[in-house]
């Protein structure tokens, strides 16, 4: 996910020359972030929730004022990539279960017979709490893109879509978390200003926090 510059078209940003274009999410692409989340997170613990779940999630993130959500489509306008942020996690999910918990609870139904699996869920419901207080309650989620584009700026882009609507929300940081074992990943936030603010374990694994300060990346 290395960078490299990028130009801008009036409707999003993208990259010219593959005719990418970064724009906000419709409730239409649900069911393409969901494909391109299980196909480009495959080891996350909501990737092993399945696609129908997913699309189920995404599509009530949609409908949330609290999430960000932004698209990167090809000429052809396929999803090749997302990225997604909440102003406030734990108001997310509250809100996303207020009015559709009944429907999570069936789509979960058959993965609730491992224990593992529900520990997992309420480690996942539980997130919030369980990063520094002091940190801001906006948080950058996921970025995720297909392989052939990583490298090309698109990466870029998504973050400085979701970063540039922070700021606008009147929130001038958030913070990303990142496995303390995925190098691509931590080295594509350090070289973006992303500043180390904390450690601790999700699902088990080490895992990074960074402070990202949005107003950085406003015009970039």
């Given amino acids: 996910m290395t960078s490299t510059p990028s130009t801008r078209s009036p409707s999003g940003a993208g990259l010219a020359g593959s005719k990418v274009v970064v724009r906000p999410m419709r409730a239409a692409d649900a069911e393409h ?8 997170i495959p080891t996350g613990f ?20 609290d999430a960000i959500l932004f698209v990167a489509v090809d000429r052809d306008e396929r999803v090749v ?9 734990s108001r997310l999910y509250r809100s996303i279960l207020l009015r559709r918990g009944w429907l999570y609870a ?3 139904l058959r993965h609730a017979t491992s224990p593992s699996t529900l520990r ?27 392989p052939e584009l990583r490298g090309t700026g698109v990466a870029d882009d998504l973050l400085a879509a979701v970063t540039r609507e922070f700021h606008r929300r009147g929130r001038k ?18 070289a973006r200003g992303g500043s180390p603010a904390a450690r601790i374990l999700s699902h088990g ?16």
Wanted: glycine share 8%; hydrophobic share 40%.
């Fill in 81 to 89: 990539g997302f990225a997604c942020g909440a102003e406030d996690v």
């Fill in 120 to 146: 997992r869920m309420l480690e996942t419901l539980s997130h919030p709490r369980r990063v520094d207080r002091r940190l801001p309650d906006a948080e950058l989620l996921s970025i995720a893109l297909e």
């Fill in 106 to 108: 069936i789509l979960l």
């Fill in 33 to 40: 972030v969901a494909r391109c989340h299980v196909e480009q």
């Fill in 173 to 190: 940081s958030c913070r990303v978390l990142v496995g303390a074992g995925i190098e691509r990943a931590n080295a594509f936030y350090s």
């Fill in 205 to 220: 694994t080490p895992t990074n926090v960074y402070l990202l300060e949005t107003t950085r990346r406003g015009g970039a």
């Fill in 46 to 65: 909501l990737s092993s929730l399945g696609r129908r779940f997913l699309t189920h999630l995404y599509r009530a993130m949609h409908g949330s004022r």
